[in-house]
């Protein structure tokens, strides 16, 4: 029976785009239904454009529904896909209201107070969708790309009964950068990953059984190489295993890399200040990208996959062909010296039968040392998100190690009061 794939947050262009024409290139889902959700109308329809003209053009043999109501199409699906956000502008909001405290977030999904603001806002969406889904499709997989990730999952899996998968792309695309710095292609390296989101650490890389990691410590003595990524080419040099995230993402959650005196040693500044004005204009170059696709004469084609691991899982389970990937869900010992039932980034192995975490064993000192300060920080934040605690909330932020290190118990008390009352604001004028 052909499986039917819901999309919800389908406006966000690229990873949508990616994804169709990923879907579009699988033989194994000839005939099956592709619904496109998302409550901005001006770019569900354009998306919608987009699919369907992917679909004339490729050849694909997929049905294209699309609806600002996900519970029209959730009824019957097999996987649920959600890419979304919420209040887009309120992020970049709490990140100029957390500058004006000393608190420079360059990304600020996940972590420190603009990633746990952000957090309280798509976290209770995700769980109201898996409680349609609990009604609508309840043997559905969730498959999560929204942000803060950890966060996210497990407030669904704590809310909800629903199979949770959380993906992100940061393992593979570190394993692309190794690849790169040492001339090999990233299809013949063998690796294992484990942290929690965002805060990954690539356990081994190996080729053809031969460690990796010494070659690449040789390369970084290039200063040309170091430059690329010197934050974490630094982490790595320090505590022996490199981060699977940008530099930019890493200094969140180690902010000794965030004092101004050291932002210009690591490039930082530039790269912050060049990202948030990227994130100001991208909600205003979608209608004019995606526009100017449609309207090109060349065709659309499905031509090669992405790196994205969500049709991976898709096809491991519809073919009973199983692959190993790296994924977010709950720790069952997979990592054996962190908490169970936190969501961790490990392997783990999908197929006919579901999704098998992978037992990878202790963290070592120093990334477990890290690491385990942001699990029990995000655990607080979900509390505080499923509950409205505003003390948890305080709580999680004190634990918080970028504000902890900048700021006094009392300014982080202001800081809160400030942020939510932004959010409060933003509530009574989307009423």
Same mark, same amino acid.
């Given at each position: 029976?052909?499986?039917? /794939?819901?999309?919800?947050?389908? $406006?966000s262009?690229?990873?949508?785009?990616?994804?169709?024409?990923d879907?579009?290139?699988?033989?194994?889902?000839?005939?099956?239904?592709?619904? *496109?959700v998302?409550i901005?109308?001006?770019?569900? $329809?354009l998306?919608?454009?987009?699919?369907?003209?992917?679909?004339?053009?490729?050849?694909?043999?997929? %049905?294209?529904?699309?609806?600002?109501?996900?519970?029209?199409?959730?009824e019957?699906?097999?996987?649920?896909?959600s890419?979304?956000?919420?209040?887009?502008?309120?992020?970049?909001r709490?990140l100029e209201v957390?500058?004006k405290?000393?608190?420079?977030?360059?990304?600020?999904?996940?972590? &420190?107070?603009?990633?746990m603001?952000?957090?309280?806002?798509?976290?209770p969406v995700?769980?109201?969708?898996?409680?349609?889904?609990?009604?609508?499709? +309840?043997?559905?997989w969730?498959?999560n !790309?929204?942000?803060?990730?950890a /966060?996210?999952?497990?407030?669904?899996? *704590?809310?909800?009964?629903? =199979?949770t998968l959380?993906?992100?792309?940061?393992?593979?695309g570190?394993? =692309?950068?190794?690849?790169?710095?040492?001339?090999l292609? @990233?299809?013949?390296?063998?690796?294992?990953?484990?942290?929690?989101?965002h805060?990954?650490?690539l #356990?081994?890389v190996?080729h053809? $059984? %031969?460690?990796?990691? @010494?070659?690449?410590r040789?390369?970084?003595e290039? @200063?040309?190489v170091?430059?690329?990524?010197?934050?974490?080419?630094e982490?790595?040099?320090?505590?022996?295993? *490199?981060?699977t995230?940008s530099?930019?993402?890493?200094?969140?959650?180690?902010?000794?890399?965030?004092? +101004?005196?050291?932002w210009?040693?690591?490039?930082?500044?530039?790269r912050?200040m060049?990202?948030?004005?990227?994130?100001?204009?991208r909600?205003d170059?979608?209608a004019e990208?995606?526009?100017?696709?449609?309207a090109?004469?060349?065709?659309l084609?499905?031509?090669?996959?992405?790196?994205?691991?969500?049709?991976?899982?898709?096809?491991a389970?519809e073919?009973?062909?199983?692959?190993? /990937? !790296?994924?977010?869900?709950?720790?069952?010992?997979?990592i054996?010296?962190?908490?169970?039932?936190?969501?961790?980034?490990?392997?783990?192995?999908v197929?006919? !039968?579901?999704?098998?975490?992978?037992?990878? $064993?202790?963290? +070592?000192?120093g990334? #477990?040392? *890290?690491?385990?300060?942001?699990?029990h920080?995000?655990e607080?934040?979900?509390?505080a998100?499923?509950? &409205?605690?505003?003390q948890?909330?305080l709580?999680?932020?004190?634990t918080?190690?970028?504000?902890a290190?900048i700021?006094?118990?009392?300014q982080?008390?202001?800081?809160?009061?400030?942020?939510?009352?932004?959010?409060?604001?933003?509530?009574q004028?989307?009423?």
């Amino acid at each position: 029976m052909c499986p039917k /794939i819901v999309l919800i947050g389908a $406006g966000s262009a690229v990873f949508s785009q990616r994804l169709l024409m990923d879907l579009a290139s699988m033989p194994c889902l000839a005939g099956s239904t592709v619904a *496109l959700v998302d409550i901005d109308r001006g770019r569900l $329809g354009l998306i919608t454009r987009w699919a369907r003209r992917l679909v004339r053009d490729s050849g694909a043999d997929l %049905r294209i529904l699309s609806t600002a109501d996900r519970r029209r199409v959730l009824e019957g699906a097999d996987y649920v896909i959600s890419s979304i956000d919420v209040a887009f502008r309120s992020r970049l909001r709490d990140l100029e209201v957390c500058a004006k405290y000393g608190i420079v977030q360059g990304v600020g999904d996940t972590v &420190g107070p603009a990633g746990m603001f952000k957090g309280f806002r798509v976290a209770p969406v995700l769980v109201e969708i898996a409680r349609d889904m609990e009604r609508l499709c +309840p043997d559905a997989w969730f498959l999560n !790309h929204s942000n803060p990730m950890a /966060i996210c999952c497990r407030c669904v899996n *704590l809310a909800t009964g629903i =199979r949770t998968l959380g993906l992100c792309h940061g393992v593979e695309g570190t394993v =692309r950068l190794i690849a790169r710095t040492i001339g090999l292609e @990233p299809e013949d390296l063998d690796y294992v990953a484990a942290g929690v989101n965002h805060l990954t650490w690539l #356990l081994s890389v190996t080729h053809k $059984g %031969r460690d990796v990691y @010494p070659e690449l410590r040789r390369r970084l003595e290039d @200063p040309e190489v170091f430059a690329q990524q010197p934050l974490r080419f630094e982490l790595l040099q320090t505590f022996g295993y *490199l981060p699977t995230e940008s530099d930019m993402h890493d200094a969140e959650y180690m902010p000794y890399f965030l004092h +101004p005196d050291r932002w210009e040693r690591y490039g930082l500044r530039a790269r912050i200040m060049n990202h948030l004005e990227r994130l100001r204009s991208r909600p205003d170059d979608y209608a004019e990208r995606v526009t100017g696709q449609l309207a090109s004469k060349e065709p659309l084609k499905a031509l090669r996959r992405s790196h994205e691991r969500t049709v991976r899982i898709i096809e491991a389970m519809e073919t009973g062909v199983s692959q190993v /990937i !790296h994924a977010n869900l709950p720790n069952r010992g997979y990592i054996s010296n962190l908490p169970n039932d936190m969501v961790v980034e490990v392997p783990a192995l999908v197929g006919p !039968h579901g999704v098998r975490g992978i037992h990878v $064993g202790d963290l +070592p000192p120093g990334p #477990l040392a *890290l690491t385990s300060a942001i699990v029990h920080h995000q655990e607080m934040a979900v509390q505080a998100t499923l509950t &409205g605690d505003r003390q948890m909330a305080l709580h999680a932020l004190l634990t918080d190690p970028l504000t902890a290190s900048i700021l006094s118990i009392e300014q982080a008390k202001q800081l809160l009061a400030e942020l939510y009352a932004a959010a409060e604001a933003d509530k009574q004028a989307s009423n």
